[in-house]
């Protein structure tokens, strides 16, 4: 059974830092493409990163050049580094196995507010 426990979001004022993590289990993660998505209130889930067995990353428009995925195949954990936060990047974000639309965890919920 895929499992995914996201954790490291929290409340953050404007320009802040975060490192969202999720760890994963129940499958084979380093042979595993994992993605982060996102969804604030009110608004449809949003595709965030993904990132391939290899590390190759790719990322939204929308958060490019201020977000990194990354992964540690030894310790099963996907991680978002997120920098210079906005208020827009408010919404719970979650860990998927695979695409967007792959399995996902239960979240975090990322708050921007000065």
């Known amino acids: 059974e895929v499992q995914l426990v996201e954790s490291g979001g929290g409340l953050v004022q404007p320009g802040g830092f975060l490192r969202l993590s999720c760890v994963a289990s129940?499958?084979?993660?380093?042979?595993?493409?994992m993605s982060w998505v996102r969804q604030a209130p009110g608004k449809e889930r949003e595709w965030v990163s993904s990132i391939d067995p290899e590390s190759t990353a790719t990322y939204a428009t929308s958060v490019k050049g201020r977000f990194t995925i990354s992964r540690d195949n030894a310790k099963n954990t996907l991680y978002l580094y997120i920098n210079d936060l906005k208020a827009d990047d408010t919404a719970v974000y979650y860990c998927?196995?695979?695409?967007?639309?792959?399995?996902r965890g239960q979240g975090t919920q990322v708050t921007v507010s000065s």
């Open positions: 129940g499958f084979i993660f380093r042979i595993s493409a």
């Open positions: 998927t196995k695979g695409t967007w639309r792959g399995p």
